[in-house]
């Protein structure tokens, strides 16, 4: 049985339609990915689902562990009765197998399906490319002129809102890296919410904040149109004239840009954790961008093109 | 008089949820003026310095006179919180 995508349909061919068609047909082969099995999905429609995907990447992350389905509840936060129908699918085309061990039964995905290498290939590959695009959109998002709207599910037009994702990212980040996640969350909770401290009311052209998360590439993107470094700190030390220095303030001194409030520490939070775990942030507000390395360097750079407010690129 | 951080959330991130937990704290807990308030970290998963500044800032400010202890933690965001508002302090 062959297959190939159509990319507005997902088409299953029988062995005697397949030979007509290798023949006769204008449709590209270049798309067949099964050959093996009498029921068969082509590998966009595998991945299309968000619970399939979800079960992929936790299978394909580690092949050789199998699972049964309340251990893939608590771990992918969906429910037993959507992860069971996505496994019967994955079963019937062969690209997992189940046994009962006791009273439960095990899901294990098969790693001599044709499927499975395609697959792991595939998935790092679109992981990668969503990363891109996440940092790309996040940056999209607060350089143009005028704002635009951005997906629904990147926007946090309230503290509230973003309170809600941050904790359900922090959840199924718990599941894959443990204790660290709440360091994860904690940085992206004091920046994130730092964009709502400095701005409440005084948002220049759109409320709230842009925040996106890769979690298998492990990096986090929070971003504003709001009032920048430099307008924020200069509310406390009315000499600092360039991007550059307010950013460097920022990330060095405990001090606040809300005046007679005292505050401001934040920031020298998040340096520190960067520091204790060696991950990387770059930070970019105005015309400034800063880096802090794994290495613990910073390194601040002007820019030519210029940030609305700010973003922060988290990799972790 | 201990207050067991947890029954404010296991996520403890931004200033307004700190001042909320304060006045609700000051509202509910306090009542009479504290002598020493033990801050217990047990359960929660993530503080920030943000919440806890804003809590112990008007804890100060409102009784000045308070002593404030902190229970041990392993929990890597208490550690780090803990580290920077007594570094700011």
């Known amino acids: 049985m062959y297959i190939w995508n159509n990319p507005s349909e997902f088409l299953i061919i029988t062995p005697e339609s397949a030979s007509s068609l290798s023949g006769g047909s204008d449709r590209p082969f270049d798309f067949v990915v099964s050959i093996d099995y009498n029921i068969t999905m082509d590998i966009f429609s595998l991945t299309k689902s968000k619970t399939r995907r979800k079960i992929l990447e936790q299978f394909l992350s580690r092949p050789d562990q199998d699972y049964y389905l309340h251990q893939l509840k608590r771990k992918l936060s969906v429910s037993v009765g959507n992860i069971r129908r996505e496994l019967i699918a994955l079963t019937k085309i062969g690209l997992f197998q189940s046994y009962r061990k006791g009273r439960l039964v095990y899901y294990k995905i098969n790693q001599q399906s044709v499927l499975f290498n395609t697959l792991k290939t595939f998935m790092k590959k679109t992981t990668i490319d969503m990363s891109e695009n996440i940092v790309q959109k996040g940056f999209s998002w607060v350089t143009k002129s005028s704002p635009f709207q951005t997906s629904p599910d990147l926007y946090c037009q309230t503290r509230d809102v973003f309170q809600v994702r941050l904790q359900t990212f922090s959840q199924h980040l718990e599941q894959k890296l443990g204790i660290v996640a709440y360091l994860v969350t904690a940085l992206a909770g004091e920046i994130g919410n730092n964009s709502f401290d400095h701005n409440l009311g005084q948002w220049p052209d759109i409320p709230g904040i842009f925040f996106a998360h890769d979690d298998n590439q492990k990096i986090i993107v929070l971003a504003d149109r709001g009032q920048g470094i430099l307008k924020t700190i200069r509310n406390v030390i009315p000499q600092v004239s360039a991007d550059r220095h307010a950013l460097k303030i920022a990330f060095t001194q405990v001090i606040s840009g809300r005046f007679a409030e005292k505050r401001g520490n934040g920031l020298k939070f998040v340096t520190q954790v960067l520091k204790d775990k060696k991950w990387r942030l770059r930070f970019d507000s105005g015309k400034a961008s800063l880096e802090i390395f794994p290495n613990q360097k910073m390194k601040i750079i002007e820019k030519k093109s210029v940030i609305k407010g700010c973003i922060a690129v988290l990799e972790y | ?89």
């Open chain 2, 1 to 89: 008089m201990i207050i067991k951080l947890y029954k404010f959330g296991d996520l403890l991130i931004s200033r307004p949820a700190g001042r909320e937990a304060y006045l609700s704290a000051k509202a509910y807990l306090f009542t009479k003026t504290p002598q020493i308030i033990e801050f217990d970290f047990e359960q929660v998963k993530v503080l920030t310095p943000s919440w806890i500044d804003e809590f112990i800032t008007l804890l100060k400010k409102e009784y000045p006179q308070v002593k404030i202890e902190f229970h041990k933690s392993n929990n890597p965001t208490v550690i780090s919180s803990l580290k920077v508002i007594s570094s700011s302090s």
